[in-house]
């Protein structure tokens, strides 16, 4: 752990002597320093961004089944009805053969329910490994597919010159990115003029920062384990036992950068880049946001369904 902690620490404290035993507060000051650093939203610390495009880079490789993935039969029976009627809230028939981009595609379950609503799909990742399972879980589907290998801060610079999208669909990505700003500003650049964003983020409401900073310390003490058996341990332990939370679980604790948002921060962040109808589609404390780039187009205001009263699709998962 020290080392790692020195490691992670010694861009801010070259000639800081770090006795970590001694001082209990001091320990829990550097906790908080290393947060804030390692969560800054133009740019991350090296080490923290090369470290968590890592952790996924493991996980679409060698833990990608689990609760909510592909692997869940009840998740993929009800991707598309999820997507439609539980996430975007824009119905079914919208989407056939729309241009969509599936920005941090990861194993590909939101590329997949895409593709089975008709729509065309990029998919693009920073990890080969997740465009390799996005490929995979693609195989049969006839839609137009491209896959796009590249950080989303240099998206545009890998699509073909001036390719806008009908729907740019982000799923628990910008939060990961290297630069939050960067990342997001290239995300909502690819949007067509009455195209669709939708974006999932951890929201501040969740987890309070002192509560984070807990989170963040079991994230740097797994992430000190030196075996994946050691590391496996952990993981299980934190669901008492439950074997099939591996791959949440792994999610949530092996990747050391996590932001979290407040909605009016982002829906501040859309307005500024030329977004309108900024909506909060699910009735949670994270952010699920949807908005459309400069003005709806008329026709698809009929598409669009009522965010009533829509909690959490997990709660509540059969139509
Ligand atoms: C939590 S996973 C979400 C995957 C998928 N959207 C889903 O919901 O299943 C985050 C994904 O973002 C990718 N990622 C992280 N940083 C990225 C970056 N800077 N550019 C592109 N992809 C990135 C990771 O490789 C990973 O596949």
């Known amino acids: 752990m020290k080392k790692l902690l020195k490691k992670l620490l010694s861009p801010i404290f070259r000639s800081y002597d770090i006795r970590l035993e001694q001082n209990k507060q001091e320990i829990n000051s550097l906790y908080k320093l290393l947060y ?40 993929k029976d009800n991707v598309e009805y999820i997507i439609t009627e539980r996430e975007i809230l824009i119905k079914k028939e ?16 939101w590329s997949y329910g895409l593709a089975k609503l008709g729509a065309n799909v990029t ?7 997740a465009l390799q399972a996005t490929k995979d879980v693609l195989k049969e589907s006839d839609v137009r597919k491209q896959f796009v ?11 073909p010159e001036g390719k806008k999208f009908d729907l740019v669909w982000c799923w ?6 290297n630069s939050f700003t960067e990342a997001s500003k290239q995300v909502m650049s ?9 974006l999932y983020l951890y929201g501040r409401e969740t ?3 002192e509560s984070d900073i807990n989170l963040f310390k079991n994230r740097v003490i797994y992430n000190t384990l030196q075996t994946w058996e050691e590391k496996e341990k952990f993981l ?18 092996a990747p050391l950068l996590n932001r979290r948002l407040e909605f009016d921060y982002v829906k501040k962040m859309l307005e500024e880049n030329g977004f309108t109808d900024v909506v909060r589609t699910v009735n949670d404390s994270e952010i699920y946001v949807r908005a459309v780039k400069t003005k709806m187009n008329p026709a698809d205001k009929e598409m669009l369904i009522k965010p009533e009263y829509n909690p959490h699709w997990t709660t509540k998962f059969e139509k």
């Open 207 to 209: 987890v309070d920062y």
């Open 190 to 198: 690819c949007v067509k003029e009455g195209g669709f964003i939708y």
């Open 149 to 159: 290998l590249t950080p989303l801060e240099q998206l545009t610079q890998q699509l």
């Open 123 to 129: 998919a693009v990742d920073i990890n080969e490994s």
């Open 236 to 253: 299980i332990n934190k669901s008492n036992g439950d074997k099939s939370k591996l791959h949440q679980n792994h999610d949530m604790f």
């Open 94 to 109: 919208w989407f056939k053969s729309k241009d969509v981009m599936d920005c941090g595609c990861g194993g590909g379950r």
């Open 172 to 177: 628990g990505v910008l939060h990961h990115c």
């Open 36 to 75: 804030n650093q390692i969560h800054d939203f133009d740019q991350t610390m090296p080490l923290a961004a090369a470290q968590t495009v890592g952790t996924f880079g493991f996980q679409w490789a060698e833990l990608k089944e689990g609760e909510h993935m592909l692997s869940d039969r009840r998740f």
